[in-house]
Every structure is written in C-alpha cells, then in structure tokens.
C-alpha cells in the first residue's frame, strides 16, 4: 500500500470521515477493517514502507494462520475435501489417492500453501480422473514443478531487464540496413510455463495490451504515418484504422498528416 494511501486510511480510521474524489465534504462512515498480509510488517515499517502508526492502530487483534507446512496433520482432511468440491465444479470422476501419496503431500513444505496445494489436487483430477494417485505420481507429475523463490525470482528479472536494455541500446547503434541488430519478438513457447507461476490470465486484456502497445510503437516509429505502419504490422491500411478506432488509439502529437 503506498504511503500516502496509508495516511488517508490513518486518518479515515480516527475521525470516521472520508472524502469523495475531488469534493471537500466530510462524510461519516461506521466500518470495521479487516486486514489480511503475508508479508513482516515489523520489517516493513523498518524499511520506511509501513506507517507505524497506522500498524499501531490496525494491531487490535492480530491472529496468526499457520503455514500449511505447519499443520501438515490437516493436510489429509484438506485433500479430501478439495477433492470433492473441484471433481463437482469442473465435473470429472475424482482419481483415488491413496496414503503413499497423502505421505508425499505432508512430507512436501508448500511455500504456496492451502492455494498450491489446492491446484496440485485440480492437476491429480485432470490427469487421472476416476484414476489412483500414488505417491511415485505425485513425485513425478503433480510436484515436479518448483516453486521459484521470489527473491531470486525478482532479482533475475532485473538482470533480464538490465541486459535487455543494454541489448536494444546496443541494437539501436549498430542496426544496418539488413536488419541484423533487429529485437526479437517473444516466442509462443516463453508463455508455456506461465501456469507453474499464476493461477490464471486475463487473455482478452494480456491480448489487447500487446496489441495496442505494437500499434503505438508502429506510429510512433513510422511518424505518424498510417500507411507505413500498416505495412510494418503487415496490416491493410482501412484494417490498422478500424483498430486504431476500437483501441481509441490517436496518432503521435506533431505527426504528419499529409499522404498518409
């Protein structure tokens, strides 16, 4: 939560009042907060990413849930139960897992806790639906995936993200007319792991993004010039306009408009 949200949540909390987007009136409310983390707080607010403060006045009641991993004596009921519940929702006959595999289930440290183990049960329906789940096929197919630690994950990102950028900058000074510095596109494969990591994808809007943001960057580069950039994105010029429209997508400030 950004900083300055917590001052107006602070200060919403002890007077009871709140203000509407642009409009200076008070206006009371009666609520009770709830509030749910994963992450230290008390390590947050050391590193000036959490008001005191408003920890203090948050701090009523705390109530600590217990990691999977530490109440591995309710892993079996768990299994039991979301296994019945997903085979009625996604309507396949439930596979019969038996001890060797609730064994391997409690001896695993679930870092995604009850949501991991939840999509570990969906994955053991959609593979062996009215099936036997052993342990060597938890071992094999329902656990083989690892869980990336978010650390490590974060600060490989902004490798990637530094050694991208050093790339297209070196891309940009040494391109020649053969297009032999050119930027990749991303290959369909790089999306195949995404479900190891998310649990699900907005495809329509992900779709859209990618589209409207090729488009910008065709305009941009081309000057303004539908034509061009049509033929850059391999597009029928009155296709591109058509998309433009939908996408709410104006030509770049200062463009030419003239030919076209």
Same mark, same amino acid.
């Given at each position: 939560?950004?900083?300055?949200?917590?001052?107006?949540?602070?200060?919403?909390?002890?007077?009871?009042?709140?203000?509407?987007? *642009?409009?200076?009136?008070?206006?009371?409310?009666?609520?009770?907060?709830?509030?749910?983390?994963?992450?230290?707080?008390?390590?947050?607010?050391?590193?000036?990413? @959490?008001?005191?403060? +408003?920890?203090?006045?948050?701090?009523?009641?705390?109530?600590?849930?217990?990691?999977?991993?530490?109440?591995?004596? #309710?892993?079996?009921?768990?299994? #039991?139960?979301?296994?019945?519940?997903?085979?009625?929702?996604?309507?396949?006959?439930? =596979?019969?897992?038996?001890?060797?595999?609730?064994?391997?289930?409690?001896?695993?440290?679930? =870092? *995604?806790?009850?949501?991991?183990?939840?999509?570990?049960?969906?994955?053991?329906?959609?593979?062996? =639906?009215?099936?036997?789940?052993? *342990?060597?096929?938890?071992?094999?197919?329902?656990?083989? +995936?690892?869980?990336?630690?978010?650390?490590?994950?974060?600060?490989?990102?902004?490798?990637?993200?530094?050694?991208?950028?050093?790339?297209?900058?070196?891309?940009?000074?040494?391109?020649? !007319? #053969?297009?032999? *510095?050119? @930027?990749?596109?991303?290959? =369909?494969?790089?999306?195949?792991?995404?479900?190891?990591?998310? !649990?699900?994808?907005?495809?329509?809007?992900?779709?859209?993004?990618?589209?409207?943001?090729?488009?910008?960057?065709? +305009?941009?580069?081309?000057?303004?010039?539908?034509?061009?950039?049509? #033929?850059?994105?391999?597009?029928?010029?009155?296709?591109?306009?058509?998309?433009?429209?939908?996408?709410?997508?104006?030509?770049?400030?200062?463009?030419?408009?003239?030919?076209?």
């Amino acid at each position: 939560m950004p900083l300055s949200l917590q001052s107006k949540l602070l200060r919403a909390l002890e007077e009871r009042t709140i203000q509407r987007v *642009g409009s200076s009136k008070e206006i009371p409310v009666d609520f009770r907060l709830v509030c749910a983390t994963h992450q230290n707080i008390e390590a947050q607010i050391q590193q000036g990413n @959490f008001r005191a403060d +408003l920890f203090f006045r948050i701090n009523v009641f705390p109530v600590r849930i217990p990691s999977l991993a530490e109440r591995t004596v #309710d892993i079996p009921m768990l299994i #039991d139960a979301i296994t019945k519940s997903l085979s009625v929702s996604i309507q396949v006959k439930p =596979p019969k897992i038996d001890d060797t595999a609730i064994a391997e289930m409690s001896r695993y440290n679930w =870092p *995604g806790n009850v949501r991991e183990l939840r999509n570990v049960i969906e994955r053991a329906l959609l593979l062996f =639906p009215g099936g036997k789940v052993s *342990g060597e096929e938890v071992r094999e197919n329902l656990l083989r +995936l690892k869980v990336p630690d978010r650390k490590q994950e974060q600060e490989a990102l902004w490798e990637a993200s530094e050694d991208l950028i050093g790339f297209m900058q070196n891309s940009a000074t040494e391109q020649n !007319d #053969d297009n032999s *510095g050119a @930027f990749p596109l991303p290959h =369909p494969n790089h999306y195949r792991n995404w479900f190891a990591y998310y !649990d699900q994808v907005d495809l329509r809007s992900h779709l859209r993004d990618i589209e409207e943001t090729l488009i910008e960057a065709a +305009l941009e580069q081309s000057g303004g010039m539908i034509s061009h950039a049509a #033929d850059m994105l391999k597009l029928r010029r009155t296709t591109l306009i058509e998309k433009m429209k939908k996408l709410m997508i104006e030509r770049p400030q200062g463009s030419n408009t003239k030919g076209s």
